[in-house]
């Protein structure tokens, strides 16, 4: 069973535009939610986290939602530019063990 | 301060034979993780060490599949007798605490035909 459903698997979204990745969960032992972003042939590097004890954190022109009550947390890019475009894989933390999304591929249009 | 480092970065290898994945961690760092990208899918958790002992190998095959993290060295994913099946990217984090942020090597992509 998937423990961390994202949406949409890809998205295409014009040059300074914002770009919406959501994901969600069901484990409530889940403790810390992180974002990476993976370029094709890298390996994912970590973009923002949260706590479940904060409904929002910006860094930049990225910002994390969280609603615990609904257990789903979301990724906004700000004026998305041509060198956002990756995959994005949301992630959940129990413990030591990271448990990912399937990822989003983003595509900025110029 | 060097990230995360795996080799090799590609690595062919023909049914039945063993394939060996190397990762040193960032400097200070003592936990290491091993996660395996199927294409087009996310990262799964596959088995976390520590130094000289594993913490957590439930994601790991339960056959065919060993790692192990030496007191000196890198930690080594070994793959025993590999199969088709096995063709992924293998990616190894690591932290300097047990939940502590999780920085990622550049992977391991394993071909085998």
């Known amino acids: 069973q998937q423990q961390v459903k994202q949406s949409p698997q890809s998205l295409i979204v014009q040059k300074g535009g914002i770009s919406i990745i959501n994901c969600a969960y069901e484990n409530t032992a889940f403790d810390y939610f992180p974002w990476y972003q993976q370029f094709p042939g890298k390996g994912p590097a970590l973009l923002i986290a949260i706590r479940p004890d904060v409904s929002e954190k910006k860094e930049g022109r990225f910002t994390i939602s969280f609603n615990k009550s609904a257990k789903q947390f979301s990724l906004h890019i700000m004026d998305s530019q041509p060198g956002d475009s990756a995959t994005y894989f949301c992630a959940a933390r129990e413990g030591s063990t990271l448990t990912f999304g399937k990822g989003t591929m983003l595509l900025v249009s110029p | 301060n060097a990230g995360v480092m795996q080799n090799p970065r590609h690595l062919v290898r023909r049914r039945g034979q063993e394939a060996r994945l190397r990762c040193s961690p960032m400097?200070?760092?003592?936990?290491v993780y091993w996660y395996r990208q199927l294409p087009e899918e996310g990262l799964k958790f596959m088995v976390y060490l520590q130094k000289e002992n594993i913490i957590d190998e439930s994601g790991m095959p339960k056959e065919r599949f060993s790692a192990e993290f030496p007191k000196e060295g890198p930690s080594i994913l070994r793959i025993q007798q590999v199969v088709r099946g096995d063709s992924a990217a293998y990616f190894c984090?690591?932290?300097?605490?047990?939940?502590?942020?999780?920085?990622f090597g550049p992977g391991t992509r394993l071909l085998v035909l």
């Open positions: 984090a690591s932290s300097p605490g047990r939940v502590e942020t999780q920085y």
């Open positions: 400097k200070g760092h003592s936990h």
